[in-house]
């Protein structure tokens, strides 16, 4: 889910920054919004390919620690994600009838639900790696 979030507020962001014009040419033109662009654009790429190793180590009856790991990045990554879109969107990001808007809150909810990301970090990879130590 948190990948799919992240790949509709990147999506929107990239066609916002294409469309919406400031002093005259689109915001996309500006070394800023391009900045965000690539790091959005690598955090995504990052969160998806840890996804696909994570679920290889699955397939094979492994990688329990891991899968909470990529969760705990991911659903992160994807909060930061989706609010980076909201800034390129600007005051448009923030209105509640905007995509963008939704994904935020969409995002938000990952790192709560389905274990809360102190819960994931304390309980489960942190005693993993004491646990291994051991």
Known sequence: RAIGVMQAAFEKAVSYAQERKAFGKPIGDFQLTRVKLARMATLLTVSRQFTYAVGRLMDQGQGQMEASMVKLFTCRTAEWLTR???????????????????????????????????????????????????
Do not use: C, N, P
Request: net charge negative; no cysteine; charged share 25%.
């Open 84 to 134: 980076e879109a909201m800034q390129i969107h600007g005051g448009m990001g923030y209105a509640e009838e905007t995509a963008v808007s939704r994904y935020f809150l969409d995002a938000r909810v990952l790192s709560i639900f389905e274990g809360a990301e102190e819960t994931l970090a304390l309980k489960v990879i942190a005693r993993s790696l004491i646990d291994a130590v051991q």
